[in-house]
């Protein structure tokens, strides 16, 4: 995978979600480099610094991490330079070092996540070590032409959350800091996804750069943000869960539209407009106990260019290539053999990815 460039001096290494490696961000200031976190592995370190090198990048002279949870610093122990974090992520990453310690931890924690489980197979060790360089509540790094304001940020998804601000660049570094809190069944705090909206509206930034999805806009960022809460009000305040979970069921229609159908802006939105109208968007009662409730509806112009898609050779079904990153999770499963893109229903037998 190779380094994206996002600004004149700022580079990132995309995320990819087959074994949760979150996008490494890289700040390439004239007297110091900075990354931001260290991902999850030794391999993945090896891997950004590889395309940092493949496109004329030094090594980062300093790592500063997001928040503790492993895809975020188990690379750590792997890293050229210092690293820095806040107090409480140190905390939490000598208490996992400290887990560690015992094998049977280490085993349990890939059993529980196949990601983990993905990333650490043949026996590859789990190292989980504290920063070189704590802070409390703020630090500010002067770079040579640029500045990393980083500072800790009230967050649902972790008590640690930091986040990393580039003023010169107007880009602002969110980590997972928007998601809900994975070890807590993915809880998400209304409380506190309010006071992290209030934060980033206060930011001057262009971009908002999340660790496990492409760069987005300040607007994109909060007109997202803005529907979760909406949908949070629309259904009632949002209780912790206990002996219950939650099931998401995804299902996908495809629309076939011609280009002069949505050459203009006007005409896109018309076309919007009667499609939306014809989904379906009320709960379906399943039986006495359980409903499906509608949530969302989203909309996606598929585009094999930049995007991981592309038709069946042999049926010309939509697909997604399921072996290389960014898959379009929504189209049916395929991958490339003998050059050309199948889907799983006319790969061979025995293929992984056949049907």
């Given amino acids: 995978m190779k380094l994206e460039q996002l600004t004149d001096r700022i580079f990132y290494y995309p995320h990819q979600p087959e074994t949760d490696r979150p996008m490494l961000a890289y700040i390439n200031g004239s007297r110091i480099s900075l990354a931001i976190d260290a991902g999850n592995s ?43 974090a806040h107090v409480k992520t140190n905390e939490m990453l000598k208490q996992e070092r400290t887990r560690l310690a015992d094998g049977a931890y280490a085993d349990a924690l890939k059993e529980e996540d196949p990601c983990l489980k993905q990333e650490y197979a043949g026996g590859r060790e789990i190292v989980a070590i504290p920063s070189d360089i704590a802070f409390t509540d703020k630090m500010t790094l002067k770079l040579g032409g640029l500045t990393a304001d980083i500072f800790h940020a009230v967050s649902p998804h972790s008590e640690d959350t930091v986040l990393v601000y580039v003023p010169e660049e107007k880009v602002l570094f969110l980590g997972d800091s928007t998601c809900g809190d994975f070890y807590n069944g993915g809880y998400m705090d209304k409380e506190r996804l309010k006071t992290l909206v209030r934060t980033i509206e206060r930011m001057d930034c262009r971009y908002c750069i999340l660790s496990h ?69 009320q709960d379906i009662v399943i039986d006495d106990v359980h409903t499906a409730e509608w949530y969302s509806t989203q909309e996606l112009l598929l585009d094999p260019g930049t995007m991981n898609c592309g038709r069946c050779h042999k049926c010309n079904a939509w697909t997604t290539d399921r072996e290389k990153p960014d898959p379009v999770r929504e189209l049916t499963n395929g991958a490339v053999v003998d050059g050309e893109l199948l889907c799983d229903d006319c790969l061979p037998k025995g293929h992984p990815w056949a049907f």
């Fill in 42 to 84: 030794a391999a993945h370190v090896d891997g950004f610094y590889g395309a940092l090198e493949a496109a004329g990048l030094k090594l980062p002279d300093m790592t500063v991490i997001t928040h503790w949870h492993w895809d975020h610093t188990f690379g750590m122990h792997h890293i050229h330079g210092l690293s820095a």
């Fill in 213 to 281: 999805a492409g760069p987005l806009t300040k607007k994109e960022l909060l007109d997202y943000l803005g529907l979760v809460m909406a949908g949070d009000e629309g259904h009632g305040q949002q209780e912790k869960p206990d002996a219950t979970e939650t099931l998401l069921y995804k299902v996908a229609y495809l629309v076939e539209v011609e280009d002069r159908e949505i050459s203009t802006n006007h005409d896109k939105e018309e076309l919007r407009k009667m499609v939306w109208k014809a989904l379906p968007d």
